[in-house]
């Protein structure tokens, strides 16, 4: 049965427990309101450790004034059962005063640099820098040898990458494929703010995609792809913050050949979704 501890004390206790017996600990950081993507990290990170710990926190400093925090689902009675399913061992559920101590306003900030200057940080500003200040935390609380992070939120995955190598945390980052459901929509808590008519019409991100990396691969030049991303979605109704291919460092392509990244950020109704596709040029 899945261990739910509320206390610090009580998770460095179990984990300093494991640890003595010899087992390697895997870390998977979560908002919470879970999905068949987040249990597929839970088990891919079983397959790199022996014991496996998830946390749920729904992390105010990453949400901007006009953003979604109070709106946010917490479910944390279907996601500690979904997680037991899906073979986690402990759910660390923090409160916002165990996470931040001396107050969300007075609490010591990390900050990346260069990698979070670009689409979602220009977006949506002091975005990452709450992503780094917590996940910075959960890792000194958990202090795991792997963490498991999903591929759908490429950028953040870009900014955990920096921020374990520049304060060279002894932490191993995996990184996991996006789960999509049957129609190719990726997996993410915001599709069930989608209304029965945009749910439909949400899966064009992907065909978006899929276009741009067909657009590419054929020839185009980058602009042009971008540009007629960014008129398809439009017209099919989103409201796009940005529809673009980088290299896989996120800047901008200096070869015609070699891997790239598609990425799009764009709102439906009131709901805002992000995908991407890596793929070859």
């Not at 600990?25 to 993507?37: K, S, Y």
Request: hydrophobic content about 45%; aromatic content about 8%.
């Amino acid at each position: 049965m899945i261990e739910v501890v509320t206390e610090l004390s009580a998770l460095r206790g179990r984990v300093a427990q494991w640890r003595r017996a010899g087992k390697r600990v895997a870390f998977v950081p979560t908002m919470g309101n879970l999905h068949a993507g987040h249990f597929s990290l839970i088990e891919l990170a079983r397959s790199h450790a022996d014991h496996v710990v998830a946390s749920v926190f729904v992390n105010p400093t990453q949400f901007g004034p006009n953003e979604d925090f109070s709106r946010y689902p917490r479910t944390p009675d279907a996601d500690a059962a979904g997680l037991e399913a899906a073979g986690c061992d402990l759910l660390w559920l923090p409160s916002v005063e165990v996470m931040y101590p001396y107050g969300v306003e007075a609490t010591v900030h990390v900050a990346v640099p260069g990698v979070t200057a670009t689409l979602e940080g220009a977006h949506r500003p002091g975005h990452f820098d709450g992503v780094a200040t917590v996940v910075a935390r959960l890792f000194n609380q958990v202090q795991p040898d792997v963490a498991v992070f999903g591929c759908k939120d490429y950028q953040q995955l870009a900014v955990i990458q920096y921020l374990v190598g520049d304060l060279a945390f002894p932490i191993e980052i995996v990184a996991a494929e996006t789960r999509r459901e049957a129609d190719g929509l990726a997996m993410s808590s915001r599709n069930q703010y989608l209304s029965a008519e945009e749910r439909p019409v949400a899966v064009e991100i992907s065909r978006s995609l899929q276009a741009m990396r067909e657009a590419v691969r054929g020839g185009q030049p980058r602009e042009q792809v971008e540009a007629d991303a960014v008129a398809r979605l439009q017209g099919a109704g989103f409201v796009v913050d940005y529809a673009v291919v980088r290299d896989p460092q996120l800047a901008l392509p200096v070869d015609r050949h070699g891997p790239r990244v598609a990425l799009v950020a764009a709102r439906l109704g009131r709901t805002r979704l992000i995908d991407n596709l890596e793929f070859e040029a």
